[in-house]
């Protein structure tokens, strides 16, 4: 693939030049290849954007739910078909490994497929009415335009999840993908949809510096909902904004997610989960778990093992597919994690397994005797470090993972499954799992969290509850009598 040609925006159905005097370089995270540069947009073309989402959004609501249906299983089929020359793409631009790459793409099938069902299960609705002669009519509607904001960890499946789900409602998107995966997250995106069929201007493509624009995107007067997905910092700024302009939000944001292990698990069990959602792309992934809330009475059997796994996983180029662990996004966030890491061995926390460090590189790192006021469990640390809380009893191991500002997943080891389901409807979190680890995400199932991890549910019928608003019109149908005229 010639990565040189993802270079342009898509407004109104074409591909052109940013109008910024600004360019973006798209580096390799691992080997710093220069992937393609890009001019960015200004705010002129966001005017373009929104005014191209506009004007064509009407007519997109009016096609029938059986051509809507057919443009996304089109894109579905040209998705698939692109997973060759996608994989080495995903792989050089997010520094993801070969496994990764695939199953995200995977996951962005998968939402596609549900959401293709979305157009027919929209209906409206008739309710009788407390007066006389009244009929009461329910429509269920496009919000209008979308302005989504998509992450860079999961950059295709998460702007695609609430891309797909806007387009299958009826409604128009601005995408505004994050610029180290804006390939991935937004052009493959625009490519897609283009070559599906779908009509001009219902979807498209912003790459933008936010030191240029500002909060121009989530502040402009066309889109009536913004969808983001990322840190909780960007997540509560958004919603302020969008709070005081009364748009709609729909905000999935970070995690803090706590994995217990009581006396009774299975610690093989537990281990193999554990190595799963710690590790998983390098633990740069939302629903990851943070901090493991280990029974004392299972602590050092369970940290053993832990220690003994994580310290064969292979760690270096992501184009190896025997590669489980590559390099993090951008050194800034290997820079966090060490920092992060010596406040807490400051504050008595032990490193057992310490990983080397190479530019971008982070071998897996296990830190034991941890406390839950230290910055390792209070910062969401997106790296593959293992944080190990040690708990004397089931009470305070739902009293620890409740210690947070977010909410968003977790996860319950227990050999008694009503027990692990007991301790998990006391944690507060939208989403958790009992003898599974944390990354979990299916496309029918309300995904979202709770506290600081965000506002609204995606996926199934709650994402187009999201994408939607409902109009109530009343027919009255013979004279009403009023109490005066």
């Given at each position: 693939?010639?990565?040189?040609?993802?270079?342009?925006?898509?407004?109104?159905?074409?591909?052109?030049?940013?109008?910024?005097?600004?360019?973006?370089?798209?580096?390799?995270p691992y080997s710093k290849e220069v992937l393609a540069e890009i001019r960015l947009a200004n705010k002129q073309d966001m005017d373009d954007a929104y005014a191209s989402a506009r004007d064509a959004q009407r007519a997109w609501a009016k096609v029938s739910a059986t051509e809507k249906t057919a443009v996304i299983e089109r894109a579905i089929a040209i998705l698939e078909g692109k997973?060759?020359?996608?994989?080495?793409?995903?792989?050089?631009?997010?520094?993801?490994?070969?496994?990764?790459?695939?199953?995200?793409?995977?996951i962005a099938t998968g939402f596609m497929r549900e959401a293709a069902t979305y157009p027919g299960?929209?209906?409206?609705?008739?309710?009788?009415?407390?007066?006389?002669?009244?009929?009461?009519?329910?429509?269920?509607?496009?919000?209008?335009?979308?302005?989504?904001?998509a992450p860079w960890n999961f950059p295709l499946h998460l702007a695609m999840r609430s891309v797909v789900a806007a387009i299958a409602t009826g409604n128009a998107v601005v995408l505004k993908p994050d610029l180290q995966t804006y390939i991935?997250?937004?052009?493959?995106?625009?490519?897609?949809?283009?070559?599906?069929?779908?009509?001009?201007?219902?979807?498209?493509?912003?790459?933008?510096?936010?030191?240029?624009?500002?909060?121009y995107f989530i502040e402009h007067p066309i889109p009536r909902m913004i969808s983001f997905t990322g840190s909780t910092a960007a997540g509560r700024h958004i919603a302020s904004v969008t709070g005081k302009h009364l748009k709609?939000?729909?905000?999935?944001?970070?995690?803090?997610?706590a994995f217990i292990v009581l006396e009774d698990a299975d610690l093989d069990q537990a281990v193999a989960a554990a190595m799963f959602g710690k590790f998983m792309h390098q633990g740069q992934i939302c629903m990851a778990v943070?901090?493991?809330?280990?029974?004392?009475?299972?602590?050092?059997?369970?940290?053993?093992?832990?220690?003994?796994?994580?310290?064969?996983?292979?760690?270096?180029?992501?184009?190896?597919?025997?590669?489980?662990?590559?390099?993090?996004?951008?050194?800034?966030?290997?820079?966090?994690?060490?920092?992060?890491?010596?406040?807490?061995?400051?504050?008595?926390?032990?490193?057992?397994?310490?990983?080397?460090v190479e530019d971008n590189l982070m071998a897996p790192t296990i830190v034991v005797d941890v406390k839950n006021d230290m910055p390792i469990a209070q910062s969401e640390l997106?790296?593959?470090?293992?944080?190990?809380?040690?708990?004397?009893?089931?009470?305070?191991?739902?009293?620890?993972?409740?210690?947070s500002d977010y909410?968003?997943?977790?996860?319950?080891?227990?050999g008694s499954l009503e027990r692990g389901e007991a301790v998990a409807q006391q944690i507060h979190t939208g989403m958790i799992h009992v003898n599974d680890q944390s990354v979990n995400d299916e496309p029918h199932i309300a995904f979202g969290g709770e506290k600081g991890s965000g506002l609204g549910r995606f996926n199934g019928k709650w994402s187009i509850e999201e994408f939607t608003t409902i109009k109530w019109i009343s027919v009255q149908r013979e004279p009403r009598h009023y109490p005066f005229s």
């Open positions: 693939m010639k990565y040189a040609e993802w270079n342009q925006l898509f407004i109104r159905g074409e591909w052109k030049e940013g109008k910024s005097s600004n360019k973006y370089i798209n580096q390799n997973r060759e020359e996608l994989v080495p793409l995903m792989v050089r631009e997010q520094g993801c490994t070969v496994l990764k790459a695939n199953v995200e793409i995977g299960r929209i209906h409206d609705e008739e309710l009788s009415s407390i007066t006389a002669g009244k009929e009461n009519h329910l429509y269920c509607l496009p919000v209008g335009v979308v302005g989504v904001i991935s997250g937004g052009c493959v995106i625009a490519k897609v949809f283009e070559e599906a069929g779908l009509p001009s201007g219902v979807l498209n493509l912003v790459v933008s510096d936010l030191a240029e624009v500002g909060d709609k939000t729909a905000l999935e944001l970070g995690g803090n997610n943070n901090r493991f809330v280990v029974d004392r009475k299972v602590y050092g059997a369970f940290v053993e093992r832990l220690t003994d796994k994580a310290s064969q996983l292979a760690v270096g180029n992501p184009e190896d597919p025997n590669t489980v662990i590559g390099p993090l996004i951008n050194r800034n966030q290997v820079d966090k994690i060490l920092r992060v890491i010596g406040e807490s061995v400051a504050l008595g926390a032990r490193i057992v397994l310490a990983g080397s997106f790296g593959p470090v293992a944080a190990i809380i040690p708990v004397d009893s089931e009470e305070e191991a739902i009293q620890v993972a409740n210690a909410g968003l997943s977790g996860a319950v080891f227990s």
